[in-house]
Nanobody, 119 residues
Framework: QVQLVESGGGLVQAGGSLRLSCEAS????????LRWFRQAPGKQRELVTS???????NYADSVKGRFTISRDRGKNAVYLEMNSVKLEDTAVYYC?????????????WGQGTQVTVSS
């Protein structure tokens, strides 16, 4: 199981930008999917974005056009670029790795990083 550590969270003004990082303990080259989830107070954890081993990405409608997921296989890292942030983006953000396509149990989670958007 790969270990994941998020960083980059903090306080940001509405309309501003923030970049979250997730560093993996080993190569991410063969990982099926890397994902960012978030969990806002009183709400369930939700999928924000995914990037697959072939480079394909998808985004939740709520962040489409504002957030970008990317990876750097040389640095064993995945990133979430958050632009034009809104108050409703406030949440704890978690990175996730699913190592094998047909084994959802092959997932690792980071500890989470808090993002707070202020007006």
């Amino acid at each position: 199981q790969v270990q994941l550590v998020e960083s980059g969270g903090g306080l940001v003004q509405a309309g501003g930008s923030l970049r979250l990082s997730c560093e993996a303990s080993r190569s991410i080259f063969s990982i099926y999917a890397l994902r960012w989830f978030r969990q806002a107070p009183g709400k369930q954890r939700e999928l924000v974005t995914s990037i697959f081993s072939n480079g394909y990405t998808n985004y939740a409608d709520s962040v489409k056009g504002r957030f970008t997921i990317s990876r750097d296989r040389g640095k064993n890292a995945v990133y979430l670029e958050m632009n034009s942030v809104k108050l409703e983006d406030t949440a704890v953000y978690y990175c996730n790795a699913q190592e094998e396509q047909y084994r959802p149990s092959s997932q690792s989670w980071g500890q989470g990083t808090q993002v707070t958007v202020s007006s």
